[in-house]
Antibody, heavy 122, light 110 residues
Framework: QVQLVESGGGVVQPGRSLGLSCAASGFTFDTYGIHWVRQTPDKGLEWAAGVSHDGDKKYYGDSVKGRFAISRDNSRNTVHLQMNSLRVEDTAVYYC???????????????WGQGTLVTVSS | QSALTQPPSASGSPGQSVTISCTGTSSDVGGSIFVSWYQQHPGKAPKVMIYEVNKRPSGVPDRFSGSKSGNVASLTVSGLQAADEADYYCCSYAGNNYWVFGGGTKLTVL
């Protein structure tokens, strides 16, 4: 079945870097856009970044622009989120999600991975 | 870009109907057909319930329906069941390859 599995979460100090990975299976990976959506208890869900099906186009939410970088490897069915200059407010569960930016008509965010927790704390 | 506005909570008795609103602007909800709704049970990942304002993915009961009027989108759950108790989030495309979510609504089945 269609599945997305995140890895790489953990505890990191403010100002440091962390990389998240997402491994996809069960669908034609290079057809679909992949996004990272994060969730905090007080702010709910926030779209953080998205990459097009071919990896050529990358877009970011205002709160992470200039600090985070999304990339994908279609030969390995993986997506990576490099998070630099981390802040306490980046603390969240990060979900990898299939979604728009595909080369087929696909507007929804579905499915979602199980999420990985990133905690930014000194 | 600001988050969409949802009521923090909503409730209804089994069998009743409840409607959750999602208020945006003409730049997102009002100007887009790409409005979607997600259900999230505690400790679980979100699941799409409605996409493109009023379309239901296969497997989602027809008790769930979506609509939009101006800058306000709505999710209606009819024939409430205990399993519908969850958090619900709206999402809208906001142009320029940017997406915005609502703050979430906790639905309680009394």
């Amino acid at each position: 079945q269609v599945q997305l599995v995140e890895s790489g979460g953990g505890v990191v100090q403010p100002g440091r870097s962390l990389g998240l990975s997402c491994a996809a299976s069960g669908f034609t990976f290079d057809t679909y856009g992949i996004h990272w959506v994060r969730q905090t208890p007080d702010k709910g869900l926030e779209w953080a970044a998205g990459v097009s099906h071919d990896g050529d186009k990358k877009y970011y939410g205002d709160s992470v622009k200039g600090r985070f970088a999304i990339s994908r490897d279609n030969s390995r069915n993986t997506v990576h989120l490099q998070m630099n200059s981390l802040r306490v407010e980046d603390t969240a569960v990060y979900y990898c999600v299939r979604g728009p930016l595909s080369n087929v008509w696909y507007s929804q965010f579905d499915p979602w991975g199980q999420g990985t927790l990133v905690t930014v704390s000194s | 870009q600001s988050a969409l506005t949802q009521p923090p909570s909503a409730s209804g008795s089994p069998g009743q109907s409840v409607t959750i609103s999602c208020t945006g602007t003409s730049s997102d909800v009002g100007g887009s057909i790409f409005v979607s709704w997600y259900q999230q049970h505690p400790g679980k990942a979100p699941k799409v319930m409605i996409y493109e304002v009023n379309k239901r993915p296969s497997g989602v009961p027809d008790r769930f329906s979506g609509s939009k009027s101006g800058n306000v989108a709505s999710l209606t759950v009819s024939g409430l069941q205990a399993a519908d108790e969850a958090d619900y989030y709206c999402c809208s495309y906001a142009g320029n390859n940017y997406w915005v979510f609502g703050g979430g609504t906790k639905l309680t089945v009394l």
